[in-house]
Antibody, heavy 121, light 108 residues
Framework: EVQLLESGGGLVQPGGSLRLSCAPS????????MTWVRQAPGKGLEWVSA???????YYADSVKGRFTISRDHSKNMLYLQMNSLRAEDTALYYC???????????????WGQGTLVTVSS | EIVLTQSPGTLSLSPGERATLSCRAS???????LVWYQQKPGQAPRLLIY???TRATGIPDRFSGSGSGTDFTLTISRLEPEDFAVYYC??????????FGQGTKLEI
């Protein structure tokens, strides 16, 4: 059974930093791209970042230069380092597994339950 | 960046009725890239449809997806009480960003 367990959320002041972690299980982590998606309270879904199996990284413009996605295959972990946090980064952060078929069909087929990040003074 | 616009924002229907949700892209999107998710309160999103029309594992056949180019549709043929939720479309093209629509709330 595929499971994704996020952790690391909490309350942080504007300008502060936080590192989120995602612990996957039930699949061969090193074979799959992974992604982070966030959802501000009462709002819709916003794609944040993705990382390929080989470590290529991608970011939404809203977080580029402030957030860093990474993965550690030896520890079977996914991370999101968040720096220079702003009030508008307040959200529930989900990690998700990216499924790719025939190199052109792509979707997020498993999601964690999320970890809440609150940026406030 | 491709912008996805979903309509209506809220859809009020009754169990047994048919629901039609729209997702319009700001530029042409490959059908392979169009995905639909369902989200219930307090839960993570759940994959419904990928490749515009392929149901994910375990998704009932009352859910169907269609469309091409810039216009895509999610249809629920006969609403069950558990179908009342928020639905998001997403485009997952070859390169990010993997943008989401703003969502359609399906309410009783």
């Amino acid at each position: 059974e595929v499971q994704l367990l996020e952790s690391g959320g909490g309350l942080v002041q504007p300008g502060g930093s936080l590192r989120l972690s995602c612990a996957p299980s039930g699949f061969t982590f090193s074979n799959y791209a992974m992604t982070w998606v966030r959802q501000a309270p009462g709002k819709g879904l916003e794609w944040v970042s993705a990382i390929s199996p080989g470590g290529n990284t991608y970011y939404a413009d809203s977080v580029k230069g402030r957030f860093t996605i990474s993965r550690d295959h030896s520890k079977n972990m996914l991370y999101l380092q968040m720096n220079s946090l702003r009030a508008e980064d307040t959200a529930l952060y989900y990690c998700a597994k990216v499924q790719v078929e025939m190199s052109t069909i792509r979707y997020f087929n498993y999601w964690g339950q999320g970890t809440l990040v609150t940026v406030s003074s | 960046e491709i912008v996805l616009t979903q309509s209506p924002g809220t859809l009020s229907l009754s169990p047994g009725e048919r629901a039609t949700l729209s997702c319009r892209a700001s530029q042409s999107v490959s059908s392979n890239s169009l995905v639909w998710y369902q989200q219930k309160p307090g839960q993570a999103p759940r994959l419904l449809i990928y490749g515009a029309s392929t149901r994910a594992t375990g998704i009932p056949d009352r859910f169907s997806g269609s469309g091409s180019g810039t216009d895509f549709t999610l249809t629920i043929s006969r609403l069950e009480p558990e179908d009342f939720a928020v639905y998001y479309c997403q485009q997952c093209g070859r390169s990010p960003p993997y943008t989401f629509g703003q969502g359609t709330k399906l309410e009783i």
